[in-house]
C-alpha cells in the first residue's frame, strides 16, 4: 500500500518536473532591477527582446534605488532607473570596481495630479513647493475650494520622487512631514482617483481618466509639452549597465532607438528622445 | 455557586462560543466569496471574438476557418460603423473651420472609445504593443466600455466652494445634426454583432504564459514559480527540520545550551517574514553568492529557513507524542538507539512530521516578503527545472501584490489578479488537503 502510493507520488512529481519545457542554458538571460515608472517599457521591451531573440528576460519592479544596488552588487545586468545615479552611489560603484554607463532610453514628464472632481487647473512651482513642504495647508489657498490638502509623496527608493524633489522642491525647502507616502506610480494613482482633495506625482505614462493632471507655470504636461522642453517637470528614464555592453545586453539597450522601440515608448505614454 | 447562576453561566459561555464561531464563518464567506467568484471568472466568462483571435494570433489556438467565418460575419456589422466613421470624416472637410475644429477635438475621444471597443480602425498604424491591438476580449468589459462611448463623463465645477460632481453627457446630442449621430444607437444594437460573444472555458488562464505584462493569456509562469519556490524550500528546510528535532528530542541533554537553541528556534518562528527576505539577499545573494542574480535557489533558501522553526517544532511535538512503551520494547529487544529513531520512532511520528511539513508547504507557498528580493520578478517566461539555480521567476503571491499596486492597467486587468488569488488559494487548500489525506492514510497503516 505504502509503496504503490509513493510510486505514484514519485511519478507525478517526475512528470511534472519533466513536462516543464527545459530551453535557454543558465546565464543566458538578461535580469533588469529597478524603478517602477520604466516598468512598463522595461516589461513591453522584455517581451519583444524573448519573441523576436529567444532571449529571457526578467523585469523586477522594485525602485530606483533597489536597481541601482542591484547593479552595484552585480546582481542585475540593467538598472533601469528615473533618476541619475547619485554621486553616493557613484563612489559605491567606484569601490567595488564598477563602471556604471548610463543609457537615456526615453524621456517622461512628472504630472501633478489631482482627483478629477478638484476645479484647480493650474499650480505654479511657487504653490507646489508651498503645498509640498506644507505652508499651504487648504486648497481656496491656491484659488481651489474650501479643502485641507491631502499631500502624497513617493518613498524614499523612488526616482520619481528624487527628481520632484530636484525639479520642484529645489534644494532649500524639504517636503512636509505631514505628507502621505505611497510606493508605487499605481498606489498613487488609486490614492488620488479616491480621495477628492489630494495631490500628487505620476509618470505621465501611469496618467489616465481616473486622475486630472494640473498645469504647472500655464504648461499642461502632454508628449509634445515635455519633447519641447516647455513642460519642465520632466527627466529622462535610463538604462543603467556595469561597462560599455555588448552581445545581446547591447542589443538590448539599442532596442530604444530602433523604430520597433521608438513606437513601444510611445505607445505606453513616454516620449522618444 | 448555586445552580440558577451556574446554568446561566454555562450558557452564555456557549452562546459565546457559537458566536465566536458564527463571526468567524461570516468572515471567511465575506473573504472567499468573492475571491472564488471573480477568481472564477479568469477561466469562465463571456469572451468576445477578440479573445477568439488573440488566442489565434498569440498561442495558435482555435479553428482557423471557423474564426474566419465569425470574423466575416462580425466584419459585416463593423464596415458598416466605419463607413459612418469615414462619412462623417468627409462631412468634416466640408466644415467652416471653426465648427470643424469643434468637432475635431470632440472627435478624437469617440475614435479612442471605438478603439477600446473593438480594437483597431481602419487607416491606424498597427500597434506594436499586444494591448493595443484587439478590443474588448471580455464581454462584461465591453459593456463598460460600450457606456464610454455612448457617454462623456464631465465633472461640473460651476461652484467654486467645493469639489466638483461628476455627471453623463450623452455623445449622441453632441454630434446633433452630423452624420456620425447615428454611430450611437448603431454600435449599442448591434454591438453583440460586432464582437459575437460566447460564454467560453479558458482553462489556458492556467496552462498558458502572460502576453503583455498579464494584460491577455495566463498565469502558468506564475504558478510554476510558485511550485518551484515552495518545494525548493521543503528539499532544504524538511530533512533539516526533521533532523534537528531528533537531535533536540533523543540526543540534547536538557541544560543551558539546550533551552537556548529551543528559545532561539521559538524567537526565529516570530520573526517577520520581510527580516527573512533581507536576511536573503545580504546572505545569500550579496555575501555567498549562491547566484549571480535574484534566482530560485536563493529564495528557497530564504524560505527554507523561514518554515525551518515550524518544521522543527511540529516534528518534535510528534516525536514527543510517541509513547514512551515502543521505544522501551524496541530498545529491551537489543537494537541500537539509531536503529531505534529509524525504525520505530520515526515510522510512528511520520503523520504528525508530514503534517507540520506540509503546511509550512503552504505558507512557503503563499509568502510575498521573503522572495520579494530573492526571486520574484514581475515578468518573465516559464523557467525550466535547469534554470532554477540562476533564473529568477514570477510567483504567485509577488505577482498578485505586483498586480495590484504597480502594473500601470490594474483597473482593466482586475479580473487576471483575482484569477491568480483564486489559484494561490487553491494551491495552499489543496496542499493542506493533500496533508489530511496523507496523514489518514498513514496513521491507518500504523494501526495495522
Redesign the interface.
Given at each position: 500500500?505504502?509503496k504503490t502510493?509513493k510510486n505514484i507520488l514519485l511519478l507525478a512529481l517526475l512528470s511534472?518536473?519533466?513536462s516543464?519545457?527545459?530551453?535557454?542554458?543558465?546565464?543566458n538571460?538578461i535580469?533588469l532591477?529597478g524603478s517602477?515608472t520604466v516598468?512598463?517599457l522595461a516589461?513591453?521591451f522584455?517581451?519583444?527582446f524573448?519573441k523576436k531573440y529567444g532571449v529571457?528576460?526578467?523585469?523586477?519592479?522594485?525602485g530606483s534605488g533597489?536597481g541601482a544596488k542591484?547593479l552595484i552588487?552585480?546582481?542585475?545586468?540593467i538598472a533601469s532607473m528615473s533618476r541619475a545615479m547619485k554621486p553616493q552611489e557613484l563612489e559605491a560603484a567606484r569601490k567595488k570596481g564598477v563602471t556604471l554607463v548610463q543609457h537615456i532610453v526615453a524621456l517622461d514628464g512628472i504630472a501633478m495630479v489631482v482627483?478629477?472632481?478638484?476645479?484647480v487647473r493650474n499650480l505654479t512651482k511657487t504653490q507646489l513647493r508651498d503645498i509640498y513642504s506644507g505652508r499651504v495647508t487648504n486648497w481656496n489657498q491656491v484659488g481651489?475650494?474650501?479643502?485641507k490638502i491631502v499631500v502624497i509623496q513617493r518613498e524614499s527608493n523612488s526616482g520619481t520622487q528624487e527628481a520632484f524633489k530636484e525639479l520642484v522642491m529645489g534644494k532649500t525647502a524639504p517636503i512636509s512631514r505631514t505628507a502621505e507616502t505611497q510606493?508605487?506610480?499605481?498606489?498613487i494613482k488609486?490614492r488620488i482617483a479616491s480621495t477628492?482633495?489630494a495631490i500628487g506625482f505620476l509618470g505621465l505614462?501611469?496618467v489616465d481618466?481616473?486622475v486630472k493632471p494640473v498645469a504647472v507655470n500655464g504648461i499642461l504636461p502632454s508628449k509634445a509639452t515635455v519633447k519641447s522642453g516647455t513642460y519642465t517637470v520632466s527627466r529622462p528614464l535610463y538604462f543603467y549597465t556595469a561597462g560599455m555592453p555588448s552581445g545581446k545586453l547591447k542589443t538590448f539597450i539599442d532596442l530604444a532607438g530602433t523604430p520597433?522601440g521608438k513606437?513601444?515608448i510611445s505607445?505606453?505614454g513616454f516620449i522618444v528622445r | 455557586m448555586n445552580l440558577g447562576t451556574r446554568k446561566i453561566l454555562d450558557r452564555s459561555f456557549s452562546a459565546v462560543g457559537i458566536g465566536s464561531i458564527a463571526v468567524m464563518g461570516i468572515a471567511l464567506l465575506i473573504v472567499i466569496v468573492p475571491i472564488v467568484y471573480n477568481g472564477l471568472g479568469a477561466v469562465f466568462f463571456t469572451e468576445t471574438i477578440e479573445h477568439r483571435n488573440m488566442l489565434y494570433n498569440e498561442f495558435g489556438k482555435g479553428d482557423k476557418a471557423e474564426l474566419d467565418k465569425e470574423n466575416a460575419a462580425a466584419g459585416i456589422y463593423r464596415k458598416e460603423a466605419y463607413s459612418m466613421l469615414s462619412r462623417f470624416e468627409a462631412e468634416m472637410e466640408t466644415m467652416e473651420p471653426v465648427r470643424q475644429q469643434e468637432f475635431r477635438s470632440k472627435y478624437g475621444p469617440v475614435q479612442t472609445a471605438l478603439r477600446h471597443l473593438i480594437g483597431p480602425l481602419p487607416g491606424d498604424e498597427e500597434a506594436i504593443l499586444t494591448r493595443y491591438r484587439y478590443g474588448q476580449t471580455r464581454w462584461e468589459k465591453a459593456e463598460e466600455k460600450l457606456h464610454e462611448l455612448l457617454y462623456e463623463a464631465k465633472w461640473d465645477y460651476s461652484d467654486p466652494n467645493s469639489m466638483a460632481k461628476e455627471y453623463f453627457v450623452s455623445r449622441a446630442a453632441e454630434f446633433e445634426g452630423t452624420s456620425l449621430v447615428r454611430l450611437f444607437p448603431y454600435v449599442e444594437n448591434n454591438l453583440d454583432k460586432m464582437l459575437q460573444p460566447r460564454f467560453t472555458v479558458y482553462w489556458g488562464f492556467l496552462t498558458d504564459s502572460s502576453v503583455d505584462s498579464h494584460i491577455f493569456g495566463g498565469v502558468w509562469p506564475e504558478i510554476q514559480g510558485t511550485f518551484f519556490l515552495a518545494v525548493g524550500a521543503m528539499l532544504f528546510a524538511f530533512p533539516l527540520g526533521v533532523i534537528a528535532a531528533i537531535y533536540f528530542t533523543e540526543y540534547a541533554r536538557d541544560g543551558f545550551f539546550t533551552s537556548m537553541l529551543r528559545s532561539a528556534n521559538s524567537t526565529l518562528a516570530g520573526v517577520p517574514s520581510i527580516v527573512f527576505g533581507l536576511f536573503g539577499l545580504a546572505f545569500f545573494i550579496n555575501t555567498l553568492k549562491v547566484s549571480e542574480s535574484k534566482s530560485v535557489l536563493a529564495g528557497s533558501l530564504t524560505l527554507a529557513i523561514m518554515i525551518l522553526p515550524t518544521i522543527i517544532r511540529a516534528a518534535e511535538e510528534a516525536i514527543l507524542s510517541v509513547p514512551k512503551t515502543y521505544k522501551e520494547a524496541s530498545l529491551s529487544l537489543g537494537s541500537t538507539k539509531w536503529n531505534t529513531i529509524m525504525t520505530v520512532i520515526l515510522p510512528a511520528a511520520l503523520p504528525g512530521i508530514l503534517t507540520g511539513g506540509v503546511i509550512s508547504l503552504g505558507r512557503a507557498a503563499g509568502e510575498t516578503a521573503p522572495i520579494i528580493f530573492t526571486a520574484a520578478v514581475s515578468v518573465g517566461s516559464a523557467i525550466g527545472i535547469a534554470d532554477v539555480l540562476s533564473s529568477p521567476t514570477p510567483a504567485l503571491s509577488w505577482n498578485i501584490y505586483n498586480l495590484a499596486s504597480e502594473h500601470e492597467a490594474a483597473a482593466e486587468i482586475r479580473h487576471v489578479q483575482y484569477g491568480m488569488v483564486l489559484a494561490l488559494v487553491s494551491i495552499v487548500l489543496l496542499l493542506n488537503l493533500s496533508a489530511i489525506l496523507l496523514r489518514a492514510r498513514i496513521s491507518k497503516k500504523l494501526k495495522g
Open positions: 500500500m505504502m502510493m511534472l518536473v519533466f516543464v519545457p527545459v530551453h535557454a542554458a543558465a546565464g538571460t535580469v532591477d517602477t516598468g512598463p516589461k513591453s522584455a517581451a519583444y524573448t529571457k528576460v526578467t523585469v523586477s519592479e522594485s533597489n542591484s552588487n552585480n546582481t542585475c545586468d482627483h478629477p472632481g478638484n476645479p481651489g475650494p474650501n479643502a510606493a508605487s506610480n499605481g498606489a488609486n477628492r482633495s505614462g501611469f481618466r481616473s520597433d513606437r513601444m505607445e505606453l | -
